[in-house]
Nanobody, 124 residues
């Protein structure tokens, strides 16, 4: 089973930047598509950005396109989410998740291995 651990969350002012890291273990990262999701209390977990196992395909939800960048480092077994021009509405708990499947969309139901989450707060 793939294990995932998120890090890099914190408090940042509007317009600022953060880089989230998703470090994996337990299985070769090469076989997994990885996604970043976020959730507010009482709300559905939203797919923010996902990257294919090969790294050749990436997706972004409309609200973050042009501001966030997903990437993966196979040597470090880590997937990153670079977040720039942060807005208060980006505040949420951010989770990374993996799927072995080759047929997936960047939606919660397609991913079956999850990290514990990291809090991102954008506030002045």
């Amino acid at each position: 089973q793939l294990q995932l651990v998120e890090s890099g969350g914190g408090l940042v002012q509007p317009g600022g930047s953060l880089r989230l890291s998703c470090t994996t273990s337990g299985f070769a990262l090469d076989y997994y598509a990885i996604g970043w999701f976020r959730q507010l209390p009482g709300k559905e977990r939203e797919g923010v950005s996902c990257i294919s196992a090969s790294g050749g395909s990436t997706t972004y939800t409309d609200s973050v396109r042009g501001r966030f960048t997903i990437s993966r480092d196979y040597a470090k077994n880590t997937v990153y989410l670079e977040m720039n021009s942060l807005k208060p509405e980006d505040t949420a708990v951010y989770f990374c998740a993996g799927t072995w499947s080759r047929e997936w969309l960047c939606e919660r139901k397609y991913f079956d291995s999850w990290g514990q989450g990291t809090q991102v707060t954008v506030s002045s």
